[in-house]
């Protein structure tokens, strides 16, 4: 069991009342009241009335404690499913984003990641506990287009300065060279048009571009000073790391074009 004594603290509550403020609002906007109110309770108490049901994602992400220890045991004893699997891939893919509409502060996200991902890339991820009815821990291949979509997102995103100068995912760049490198040559091999046939190779070959030709800001955000620096300084920074990277021949093919300005 979880120990939820701290739900009862006044302080607490109080602190977890200013959090949900602003989700509340955000799920008023598409939820029916009935619906907004069971969540709200679910949010400061880790339960659920007689009567009432939640999706297991809902119980994962609205959960009034969000550590490890917490996640172990929210999916050993609180999921429903049948299809586990399915639904931890359906979250591990989703702590990948924007969490902060979840009420999780930074350190929590990060937290999150380390999780579910850790800082170096690895092909399958098995769950720390059973998950769901089937009492068995469940595992993933990792989908390596849907990771190079993640990466190719968040460059773009953090070079135009539509999100923090210290995104989680930047904290946790080692995952993401790591990712690179374990990317096989096939994922670079060209059609008819030039551009590598895969989806992750096609995603790559962008992040590469945003390196060796890196445009900061855009209409809606001037960057500037500090924010600036701070891009320019870690685009140098991944350029050195993916220059003297030992690439496979067609993903050098690639990064060779990048560096002379071809898109």
Known sequence: MIDLSITKDPEWIKRREDLWKPVGESLSEGLRKKEVEKIHHYFLTGSLREGEEMSDGAKFYWFPIQTPEAWDYIFEHMFDTKDAASEFESIFYFQFGDMTGRALDANQELALWDYFAGEEFQPIVTSRVPVGKSANKVSLNV????????????????????????????????????????????????????????????????????????????DDHIL????????????????????????????????????????
């Open 143 to 218: 989908d390596i287009g849907n990771i190079a979509a993640e990466f190719k997102l968040f460059m773009d995103r953090w070079n135009s300065g539509s999100c923090e100068d210290e995104p989680k995912w930047k904290k946790r760049i080692n995952y993401f060279i790591s990712f690179v490198t374990s990317l096989p040559d096939a994922s670079f091999i060209r059609r008819e048009d030039g551009k590598p046939s895969t989806r992750e190779g096609r995603c790559i070959k962008m992040v590469f571009n945003a390196v060796c030709n890196p445009v900061y800001g855009d």
């Open 224 to 263: 500037d000073g500090k924010n600036l620096e701070i891009r320019k300084n870690f685009t140098n920074y991944l350029f050195g790391v993916f220059d003297n990277m030992d690439m496979p021949p067609n993903m050098k093919s690639v990064w060779e074009e990048a560096k002379k300005g071809n898109k």
